[in-house]
Every structure is written in structure tokens, then in C-alpha cells.
């Protein structure tokens, strides 16, 4: 054994060890090579680091059911809303559309109408009559034979 950075010691060029214990984390390998002198307690310690080392299936089964759950959970959403979008997209475009295309055409035929009303709003000015005035001498003559008995349009000047 030589000693290595933090005075750890790691196998020389001649020591051989199997491919499984290649593998494990240098500080386990390090542990099992500390015991490297007797074969039993290498199998022993090997065994008791790999039932070590090996995650509980369980406690990452659940972990990973859990994940799918809430993907799942998610995906059942993101289709719901899809399925809605879709659905109001539908009926826009089958119900609303055409509503809509409806209403514009009977607008545009109501503005025509409008059009047509403010054209012919504006009449000829009618002729403008004096109304018939009445005199005093039509009611309380004077002198009764210079009077007209009709109301005149004419002014007379009241003495």
C-alpha cells in the first residue's frame, strides 16, 4: 500500500483486485482494503456495504409513484383544459360566427336605411305667409261703413 494525498492508502501496481470492488465509492474500497489481509472479512464487509450502498426499493418506489401521480394528475388537467378550449373554440366557430355575420349584414342594410332618411330629411323650404292680424276696427268700429268686416293683411295705423 502507498500512501495517496490525504495519507489514504490505495493499492500498489502489483496488488490486484476483483472488478466488482473496482466499482464501489473509493471510501468503501478504501474500508474494504483496510481489511484486506483476511479473505472472509472482505466478502463479510463487501456484502455489508453493498446491503449499505443499495437504496430501499420501497422508499424509492414510492418516491417514483408519486412522481407519475402527480404527472399524471397534471396531464388529466392539461387535457381537461384542452378538451374546454377546443369545445368554446367549436362553438365560436359554428355558433357565434355566423351570428356575428348575421348581425353585420343586417347592420350595413340598417345604415343603408339611415343614409337613405337623413338624404331626404332636409324638405324644401315652404313659403312664408303673414298671419292674418287682426284690427281693433274689425271688432269695435268706428264708423261702421269705413270698416271692412274681414280681417285684412294689412296694417293700418290706429288713431
Do not use: W
Not at 119 to 137: C, D, I, V
Request: hydrophobic fraction near 35%.
Amino acid at each position: 500500500m502507498q500512501p495517496v494525498g490525504g495519507g489514504a492508502p490505495r493499492p500498489g501496481p502489483g496488488h490486484r483486485l476483483s472488478g466488482s470492488l473496482r466499482q464501489l465509492d473509493p471510501a468503501a474500497l478504501l474500508m474494504l482494503l483496510l481489511d484486506a489481509d483476511r479473505p472472509e472479512t472482505v466478502r463479510s464487509g463487501a456484502r455489508e456495504l453493498a446491503l449499505f450502498l443499495t437504496p430501499e426499493p420501497a422508499a424509492e418506489a414510492k418516491e417514483v409513484e408519486e412522481t407519475i401521480e402527480g404527472m399524471l394528475l397534471r396531464l388529466e388537467e392539461f387535457c381537461s383544459l384542452t378538451d374546454m378550449i377546443r369545445s368554446d373554440t367549436s362553438q365560436i366557430l359554428e355558433e357565434n360566427i355566423p351570428l356575428l355575420k348575421a348581425k353585420v349584414t343586417e347592420m350595413r342594410g340598417i345604415y343603408a336605411k339611415v343614409d337613405q332618411l337623413e338624404k331626404s330629411s332636409t324638405p324644401a323650404p315652404l313659403p312664408f305667409e303673414l298671419p292674418a292680424l287682426y284690427r281693433t276696427e274689425d271688432y269695435f268700429p268706428g264708423d261702421a261703413g269705413d270698416a271692412p268686416r274681414t280681417p285684412s293683411r294689412r296694417r293700418h295705423r290706429h288713431v
